[in-house]
């Protein structure tokens, strides 16, 4: 498999996180690429132009981290990061839309950062601010167990990636049960492999 991969990209820490997870990383080749810049290669597979793409073994593209993930849930013999139904499955995924919502927001902010600061963007970057607010704030409420399933993994990039980007902006403050349990989960070994530099 061949995957398009940008390293301070959340989505594709992710579907790094998921392959490590479930043992597969040896099955898959990183193609370096800058999605901003809309590389043909990555067009071919992936008409929106964005990574993480996955190219199987038959040839077939897929994205977006979702179906990435969930596709790789099938491979191998690890236990799934998808739970097959009920109430744990949906709790998993809300989760996961919870985490892919902050990455979201977060990577619209940074991407508006070099521009200037007029009163459209302010507005949108304060929109994006408050939304991953609130996400903490519910999480803070809810918190994950383990990292165990795909919900908590994207929460865990989602917050490995905050770190990153907007380290001068403590997300901590005020959410302890948020704080401790990604002191945990970032100890994992596949986030510890796959932490940004
Ligand atoms: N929903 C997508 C989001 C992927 C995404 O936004 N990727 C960004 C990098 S972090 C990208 O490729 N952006 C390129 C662009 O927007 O042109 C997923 O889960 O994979």
């Known amino acids: 498999m061949q995957l398009f991969y940008s390293s301070g990209s959340p989505f594709v820490r992710k579907v790094m996180v998921?392959?490590?997870?479930?043992g597969l990383e040896e099955r898959v080749d990183l193609l370096s690429t800058n999605p901003h810049e809309s590389p043909a290669a990555l067009l071919q597979q992936n008409p929106l132009s964005k990574v993480p793409c996955l190219v199987t073994v038959e040839g077939l593209p897929l994205f977006d981290s979702r179906v990435i993930c969930e596709y790789l849930d099938g491979l191998?013999?690890?236990?799934?990061?998808?739970?097959?139904?009920?109430?744990?499955?949906?709790?998993?995924?809300?989760l996961q839309a919870l985490g892919d919502g902050?990455?979201?927001?977060?990577?619209?902010?940074?991407?508006?950062?070099?521009?200037?600061?007029?009163?459209?963007?302010?507005?949108?970057?304060?929109?994006?601010?408050?939304?991953?607010?609130?996400?903490?704030?519910?999480?803070?409420?809810?918190?994950?167990?383990?990292?165990?399933?795909?919900?908590?993994?994207?929460?865990?990039?989602?917050?490995?990636?905050?770190?990153?980007?907007?380290?001068?902006?403590?997300?901590?403050?005020?959410?302890?049960?948020?704080?401790?349990?990604?002191?945990?989960a970032e100890a994992h070994p596949a986030m510890v492999a796959t932490r940004p530099a």
């Open 18 to 22: 998921a392959l490590l997870m479930r």
């Open 102 to 184: 902050v990455m979201d927001a977060a990577v619209a902010r940074r991407m508006q950062q070099p521009y200037p600061q007029d009163e459209g963007r302010r507005h949108l970057g304060g929109r994006n601010a408050a939304a991953i607010g609130r996400a903490l704030d519910w999480l803070d409420r809810n918190p994950p167990e383990r990292l165990r399933d795909i919900g908590a993994v994207s929460v865990a990039c989602a917050l490995g990636y905050l770190d990153f980007r907007f380290a001068d902006e403590d997300w901590r403050e005020g959410r302890p049960a948020l704080t401790a349990w990604f002191a945990e």
């Open 76 to 94: 191998g013999t690890a236990s799934p990061l998808f739970p097959d139904s009920g109430s744990e499955r949906t709790g998993a995924l809300l």
